[in-house]
């Protein structure tokens, strides 16, 4: 059974701070790993898609790797502002009809 | 391009009344699958559907829900006799195709939140 974890839960940085988020995962067979932003009572927003040939993926001030063989992925967010605010979800494909979660990580960017 | 609509965005019911909530794919995508957001929680698969068939309903609990996505409309996720267990909020995702390549990406809806009283 896959299973997904993210750290830190909750993640407090002044405006300007380079940060990372973390996602670990129990099965290395994965089809691809995405990162979505979930903002309060909104859906979700997917930010970048990585296919498990690949190791990482950028857009913009957002930059995601892939480590199959630690079973680890980062987000890293540049210069953050408070309209990156919001809870950022990490969900595995591993079959293809369904995504495997993590609980999130609620960043909050002060200005 | 109109994106994955779910409605209503907000339900509440009694507990033992039904929850029925749909959701309409975008436009050109054949494959819908539902999830599940209990409070401070990631989101959970519940069951993935094409047209007229259920596909993988793993997710599903065993009593009480089904889901059904018809050759026309969109598609329902339907709970029986709602407990105050069921409050979530319900996602919907569609895609054109098999989701897991960069081609058949799964965009999701503005969820249902269900509050059962």
């Known amino acids: 059974k896959q299973e997904v974890t993210q750290i830190p839960a909750a993640l407090s940085v002044p405006e300007g701070e380079n940060l990372v988020l973390n996602c670990s995962f129990t099965?290395?067979?994965?089809?691809?790993l995405q990162w979505f932003r979930q903002d309060p009572g909104k859906g979700l927003t997917s930010l970048l898609l990585?296919?498990?040939?690949?190791r990482e993926q950028t857009s913009g001030r957002l930059n995601a790797s892939l480590d199959k063989s630690s079973g680890r992925s980062t987000l890293y967010i540049a210069a953050s502002q408070p309209g990156d605010s919001a809870t950022y979800l990490c969900?595995?494909?591993?079959?293809?009809?369904?995504?495997?979660f993590g609980s999130g990580t609620k960043l909050n960017v002060k200005p | 391009n109109a994106g994955v609509m779910q409605n209503p965005r907000h339900l509440v019911r009694r507990r033992g009344q039904e929850a029925r909530l749909r959701c309409s794919p975008m436009?050109?995508?054949?494959?819908v699958y539902w999830y599940r957001q209990l409070p401070e929680e990631g989101l959970k698969f519940m069951v993935y559907?094409?047209?007229?068939?259920?596909?993988?309903e793993s997710g599903m609990p065993k009593e009480r829900f089904s889901a059904e996505f018809p050759k026309e409309g969109p598609s329902i996720l339907r709970i029986q006799q709602v407990v105050r267990g069921d409050s979530a909020a319900y996602f919907c995702?569609?895609?054109?195709?098999?989701?897991?390549?960069?081609?058949?990406?799964?965009?999701f809806g503005p969820g249902t939140r269900l509050t059962v009283l």
């Open positions: 995702a569609s895609s054109v195709g098999l989701a897991g390549s960069s081609y058949n990406e799964q965009f």
């Open positions: 099965d290395s067979a994965i089809y691809n």
């Open positions: 990585i296919q498990s040939s690949q």
């Open positions: 969900a595995l494909h591993r079959n293809f009809n369904k995504f495997y």
């Open positions: 436009k050109g995508h054949s494959h």
């Open positions: 559907l094409q047209k007229e068939n259920i596909i993988d």
